[in-house]
Structure formats: structure tokens, C-alpha cells
């Protein structure tokens, strides 16, 4: 079960003729995902892995019914392929392009939302309901199936903390890597409420970053709506300042941010923070 | 990637935004031509990148062509030092020559992106000038605050917001609103991250100029802006940063002597935070990115050691979309063409590990799989060094 994909979900690959698209697919194939279709143009009629190729998102809806898309594109054409997806009517959009322009972005994340549909990243390693179906980048083998939902805006510090959960015997629900963009789809607030509705998940681990005020927000939201337990990591916290230049930035986060900011307001909230990725799994491990 | 002063200022020219007269000048004997063009009077700018730089004495106004003189020759091919440069002082290689101008009123524009609601804000304040942060703190009404839909673009209603909190007449509306066009479309046009005009300076006509002005344009933007890239100046302090940006790594200098290489940049932090946890402290940031390349691992240790300070090197590296075997063979390479004499602790797993784990075999090194035992393994490491000293 988990949240947002499961074992039916029928995917298509935007950019399977990539090095690293064709590789993920095979790799997800492996897993279990129902990839249906690819997108290359012109290279419609082609196959990769077994998978048929289409010239446009549009043509491989028709023909695969597929409503769930991953997206290998470069940057300067990513933003553009989350369009085109959306448009002919995919609802679950996942973006590994990392390095899109703001500028796009922001006028992306609001078209994806106006239509109703969904966007997980940019720059993130896609989602997986382990057992069932991966779809991104991550690493099948460290997962395994169980009640812990993970929610974070970095890749690899995801699977470090996946594969402690995992050691230590804590299956994952749904794991999902929102992005560390600076503007991305899905937020940490839209996936806790989605665990919170979820009746597999028991507990949710978090997994954030200095910057921007997105934890901000899903602190406020722990403590007031959010029935589950919650673990907390916050990367960052020896990370340098960052330089800046006019005053801009500072007016408009004023005060938000710092990991400090962060971590008491998840302690507010109730959750238990760790100091480090590594002692996630013990405090989740405190909650069963 | 930011802007000196006069290069934003000939963006705002491109865009239609008013700005004063002025000439750029490397050099002292193309002064006395400027500022007799001029008149005499003028103001003498020093262009650099940091911030702070009229508190540090690098605008200074000049009433004759001595003064101008003296000015320019006190600033030009020597360091400034303002609180953003971190006790070293930015090198001065332009200055900005401008026209003294009188007005009636500073004010505070700026366009950046809001990350909470996905969109661009415009901020308007009446109190322009240095101080515009501690109002920010003290007196946040004050600045108005105009969010624009990406979708639908700038409005009619929001420059109206804006320009009513000032409190004044029609008769300025006419202008005010072109400015605020167009300083919208430089920003969206040329994927600005920030544009800030402070002051923005009101004139008797009940027209707007800019006095002055900072940028910064989107680093991921640059492949559509090969003109900016062509005029970028890249910061002393920032070389190696952007050097390494260009090979796609990601990369911030730092004081420790442990050097790290990492996979992607929240477990990167996370990586440096556990140094410091264990008492060492991070000679970088280093990031390898989320694309597989064994040439990004040569070119990441070359960065590495590049800086002496560094005692041992600590690589973690979780596979995902980056492949071990791929990081595996880049230090395979790396080593054959250099001698190592500084200690090196690895942690690799993930993304094809046993073909990652084959190959180090093959040149003799070997790597963790668990992060605790690889920290621990580093910190002995750090230990035996230190005692040697």
C-alpha cells in the first residue's frame, strides 16, 4: 500500500534513451516497477529494455494508459517535460533533473498545481512504496516494506538513513525524496498529511535542511494536526553561512532557516531531533 | 552569479530604467576626460561584489576634478575591506564614475523569489538606504510586500499596492509604473535571483532613477545568458568555488583539516556535521553531484589537495544515480597518475557496490559499508596523525 504510488501504478520514462535514463529503467524494471512506456522524440518505435518508445508523453498515455511519469531530462528541457506531462494528463510527475532555472520553476509548480496534478522533486530521487514500486534513483536493495513513512528534501542522506532503518529491522511505508530545490512540487506538509491518512504508516521519520522555511511550516502543522510520532533530522548545521549580497534574502526569510530555528520548532512540535543520521533509527526504533 | 554595480547598471539601461550618468574607469589616466565630461563635480564608486561597501569608504563624492582625483587614486588596484569580506579586503579594479544628482526622496525596491508561496516578491519601502535590514526587523509594515503569480505575470493592481504605500500623489503613478514593468521583465527575462535597487531615488520631475544597484542571476540559468557569462567577475575568495562549479562539483573551502567527498549535498552536510560531532573539523564542503563520472572524482581529489591543511581525506558515498563502480574507477585513475601520501578513509555502498568494491580491491584500498564504522575508522586515523605531530 503506502502513499501516492503503489504496485498498479503504470509509469512511463521521460528520457529512456539516456545514459541514466535507460539504466534507472532497467534498474526499476528490475524492482518491480510496470514501466510502460518511454519518451524520446524521434525515437518513437524504438525499444529500451523491452520498453516501448513514443515520440510525445501524449502518444504513450494513449497507448499504455499510463498516469505516473519520471522524467531524465536535462535542465534546460526539464521544465518543459513536466509541461508536456501534465498535459496530456499525467497526475504523478517525478523529477530527477537537477539545476533547473527558478524562473521555470515557479511558473511549473504553479501550472502542475492548477491542473490538479502532482510534482515530486525537481532534483530529488523520486518515490518508492518498497515491495511494490520504485520510481527514481534510489538503491531497490536497502529497503524493505513496513510501517515507517520518510519524508526528505536530500538523496543520498535518504538511503543512509533508509538503510539504518532497514538494518535495525524498521520497514519503510513510502519513502519519498522531495527535492532540494529551492522550489519544488510536493512539500513536506502534503506528505505528512498524506501519511496521516495512511493507516500503514505508524510513525514518519524527517529529514530536512538549513534553508527556506518548508520544516518551518511542517512543524507547525506536527503540532497541530499530526497525530503520528515524528523523527527529525536537520542536515546543516556546521554548514557556513552563506554568503549574500543586498538585502533582499534576509527581508524576505527574515529569521527562518538556520537549522537552529528548525530543530526548536520540531521540539516544540513533540518530535524527537537527533544530532545525527545515524541515530535516527534508534528514535524511531523508541516509538514501537 | 553576481554583478558588479556598473554591469547591473547596464543591464537596468537595456530595461529602460533610469540611471545617472557615469563612465567606468580601470585606469587613472582616463579620470581627468570622465570628470571633465562631468563637470567636475561627480561621485567615485569602487566596484566590487561585496556588500558594504559605502560604509568602508567606497563611494566617495567629489566637488572638483582634484577631489575626484584624490578619490580615485586612494580606491583604484588597492583592497577594500568591508564587513562582507572577511578581513581581507576585495581587490578594486573598476571604478564607477557618476553624475551628483539631487532628489527628493531614497527609497527601497527590490524583486527576489518568495520559496513559501513559488513566486516573485517586489518589495517597496519609503525609508530607502543602508538600514533597510534592522527596518526590516523593527518595522516590517513598513516595506510592501507584492506577490505576482508566474503564471499570469505582472499586474496593473500590483504596482498600484505598491506605489499607494508610499503615500503619494497621482502625479508620479505614470512613471513609477514603467519602472516597475520593466525592472519585472529584466528580472524574469534575464532569471534574475535577486534585483535591489537601494536607493531607488525620487526626483523633482516625479520620476524614478536608480542610484544603485545589485544583482544576482540564477547559476542554473547561465546556459541561456552567454552574455553575462562573458562579463562574469568571479570574487577572489570564490575562485576554486566557481572553478569547480564548472566541473560540475560543488564545492566551499573551509578552515579543518579533514577534507571530505561526498555524493550529494545533504548527506554532504550531514557528513560534516559528524566531523565536527566527533571533534574534528571539515577542511570543505564537496560535493560530486548526482550524475556518474569517474573524471568528477579526479578532479574532486585534485580540489582536495590543493589545500595543504588537509591531514586525511574522508570519502562517504551512498550510490544512487551516482554508480560506485563509476566513483571506483576514477580513483583508480586518480592514484595511477599521482603519488598519495595523505591518508584517505572511504565509505562506499549503494548503486553497483560489489563492482565498486572489486575494483578499489584491485588497486589495494578498501571501504566501509556501515557510516558509524567508517566515522570511527576516521576519527583513529585523525588520532595517530595528530600524535605523530
Known amino acids: 500500500m503506502g502513499i501516492y504510488v503503489n504496485r498498479e501504478t503504470k509509469v512511463i520514462v521521460q528520457g529512456i534513451t539516456g ?81 533547473i532555472p527558478v524562473t521555470d520553476m515557479m511558473t511549473v509548480a504553479h501550472f502542475v498545481r492548477s491542473k490538479g496534478a502532482r510534482l515530486f522533486g525537481p532534483n530529488c530521487p523520486g518515490i518508492i512504496t518498497p515491495g511494490e514500486t520504485k520510481i527514481g534513483i534510489m538503491p531497490g536493495h536497502i529497503f524493505t516494506s513496513g510501517p515507517v513513512g520518510v519524508i526528505s528534501r536530500s538523496g543520498t542522506l535518504t538511503y543512509e538513513v533508509v538503510h539504518n532503518l532497514t538494518s535495525a529491522g524498521l520497514g519503510q511505508s513510502t519513502v ?35 534553508g527556506g522555511s518548508d520544516e518551518e511550516m511542517a512543524a507547525a502543522y506536527i503540532k497541530d494536526h499530526f497525530s503520528k510520532p515524528v523523527a527529525v533530522f536537520i542536515a546543516g548545521k556546521t554548514a557556513p553561512r552563506g554568503k ?45 | 552569479m553576481k554583478l558588479l554595480e556598473y554591469q547591473a547598471k547596464h543591464l537596468l539601461k537595456e530595461y529602460h530604467v533610469p540611471i545617472p550618468e557615469g563612465f567606468v574607469v580601470k585606469g587613472l589616466s ?39 582625483f584624490s578619490a ?54 519609503a525609508e530607502g538606504g543602508v538600514e533597510i535590514e534592522e527596518i526590516a526587523v523593527k518595522n516590517p509594515d513598513s516595506i510592501k510586500k507584492v506577490r505576482v503569480n508566474p503564471m499570469t505575470g505582472i499586474q496593473e493592481h500590483h504596482i498600484r499596492e505598491l506605489y499607494l504605500s508610499l503615500g503619494r500623489g497621482k502625479e508620479g503613478y505614470r512613471a513609477f509604473t514603467g519602472l516597475v514593468r520593466n525592472l519585472f521583465r529584466l528580472y524574469m527575462e534575464r532569471d534574475a535571483a535577486m534585483v535591489e535597487i537601494n536607493p531607488l531615488v525620487l526626483l523633482e520631475d516625479e520620476t524614478f532613477l536608480a542610484l544603485d544597484a545589485k544583482m544576482i542571476i540564477d547559476d542554473n540559468a547561465l546556459f541561456r545568458h552567454g552574455d553575462l557569462v562573458e562579463i562574469r567577475k568571479v570574487p577572489e575568495d570564490e575562485q576554486q568555488e566557481v572553478e569547480a562549479r564548472e566541473k560540475g562539483l560543488s564545492f566551499v573551502k573551509l578552515d579543518g583539516d579533514v577534507a571530505c567527498m561526498v555524493n550529494g549535498a545533504g548527506l554532504a552536510m550531514a557528513t560534516m556535521d559528524m566531523i565536527k560531532h566527533h571533534g574534528m573539523e571539515p577542511a570543505n564542503f564537496l560535493d560530486i553531484g548526482g550524475s556518474s563520472n569517474p573524471q568528477k572524482v579526479i578532479e574532486a581529489l585534485d580540489i582536495i589537495l590543493k589545500n595543504s591543511k588537509v591531514k586525511v581525506i574522508f570519502i562517504n558515498v551512498f550510490g544512487g544515480i551516482t554508480r560506485c ?19 584517505m578513509v572511504m565509505r562506499l555502498t549503494g548503486t553497483n557496490e560489489k563492482e565498486g ?22 576519527k583513529e586515523v585523525y588520532k595517530g596523525i595528530r600524535e605523530e605531530h
Open chain 1, 19 to 99: 545514459r541514466d535514463g535507460s539504466f534507472h529503467t532497467a534498474k526499476m524494471l528490475e524492482y518491480g516497477t510496470r514501466i510502460v512506456g518511454g519518451v524520446t522524440p524521434f525515437k518513437g518505435g524504438a525499444e529500451v529494455e523491452g520498453v516501448p518508445v513514443f515520440n510525445t508523453v501524449s502518444q504513450a498515455v494513449a497507448a499504455t494508459g499510463a498516469d505516473t511519469s519520471i522524467i531524465y531530462i536535462p535542465p534546460a528541457f526539464a521544465a518543459g517535460s513536466v509541461i508536456e506531462a501534465v498535459e496530456a494528463g499525467i497526475k504523478n510527475v517525478v523529477c530527477i533533473t537537477e539545476g
Open chain 1, 176 to 210: 519519498i525524496g522531495i527535492g532540494g530545490d529551492p522550489i519544488i512540487g510536493t512539500k513536506f506538509i502534503d506528505c505528512l498529511e498524506a501519511f496521516e491518512e495512511d493507516p500503514e504508516t505508524k510513525a514518519v521519520v524527517l529529514i530536512g535542511e538549513i
Open chain 1, 244 to 288: 549574500r549580497m543586498g538585502h533582499a534574502g534576509a527581508i524576505i526569510h527574515a529569521g527562518k532557516g538556520t537549522a537552529e530555528s528548525k530543530v526548536a520548532l520540531f521540539r516544540e512540535a513533540g518530535a524527537a531531533v537527533v544530532d545525527l543520521p545515524v541515530d535516527i533509527a534508534g528514535a524511531v526504533k523508541a516509538f514501537f
Open chain 2, 30 to 68: 582616463e579620470l581627468s576626460r570622465v570628470v571633465q565630461r562631468l563637470g567636475g563635480r561627480c561621485v567615485v564608486k569602487a566596484q566590487i561584489l561585496a556588500g558594504g561597501r559605502g560604509k568602508a569608504g567606497g563611494v566617495r563624492l567629489a566637488g572638483t576634478a582634484q577631489e575626484a
Open chain 2, 72 to 125: 580615485a587614486e586612494a580606491l583604484l588596484g588597492k583592497p577594500l575591506e568591508t564587513y562582507q569580506t572577511a578581513g581581507k579586503g576585495e581587490l578594486v579594479s573598476a571604478l564607477l564614475i557618476e553624475e551628483q544628482l539631487s532628489f527628493l526622496k531614497e527609497l527601497y525596491f527590490s524583486i527576489t523569489y518568495d520559496r513559501e508561496t513559488q513566486t516573485p516578491v517586489l518589495m517597496l519601502s
Open chain 2, 325 to 343: 563502480d563509476d566513483v571506483a574507477n576514477g580513483f583508480k585513475k586518480a592514484l595511477s597518475q599521482r603519488s598519495m601520501t595523505i591518508p
Open chain 2, 357 to 378: 568494491r572489486r575494483i578499489l580491491e584491485e588497486i589495494g584500498y578498501d571501504a566501509f559499508t556501515d557510516l558509524k564504522e567508517a566515522v570511527a575508522r576516521l
